[in-house]
């Protein structure tokens, strides 16, 4: 099992920036296809970005299209959200999570793909 903790959560004003981090440790993540989910008040969690292992096909929801970049650094063992243009509607505690059975590839956005989860980080965009 792959243990996964995000950093980089806070308070930021309307169209501003967040970069968060989601550090693995334990097997190495390299080979698993790596996604961001958020959880607002009230609301099931949602699916926000993925990446693959090797090819580095990316997906992202609607929502978040042009302003939410995902990345990784798999000799770090850290994935990474760039967050830009923040709205209000983006406040959420962040999951990052890991397709451990997977092969690598992004395989869809439901939750329950993924095995691997972090606490969370919490996002507050205010006006």
């Known amino acids: 099992q792959v243990l996964l903790v995000e950093s980089g959560g806070g308070l930021v004003q309307a169209g501003g920036s967040l970069r968060l981090s989601c550090a693995a440790s334990g097997p190495t993540i390299s080979r698993y296809s790596m996604g961001w989910f958020r959880q607002a008040p009230g609301k099931e969690r949602e699916f926000v970005a993925a990446?693959?292992?090797?090819?580095?096909?990316?997906d992202y929801a609607d929502s978040v299209k042009g302003r939410f970049t995902i990345s990784r650094d798999n000799a770090k063992n850290i994935i990474y959200l760039q967050m830009n243009s923040l709205k209000l509607e983006d406040t959420a505690v962040y999951y990052c999570?890991?397709?451990?059975?997977?092969?690598?590839?992004?395989?869809?956005?439901?939750?329950?793909?993924?095995?691997?989860w972090g606490r969370g980080t919490q996002v507050t965009v205010s006006s």
């Open positions: 999570a890991a397709d451990t059975r997977g092969f690598g590839e992004v395989r869809g956005t439901s939750t329950t793909l993924y095995d691997s």
């Open positions: 990446r693959s292992w090797s090819r580095g096909y990316t």
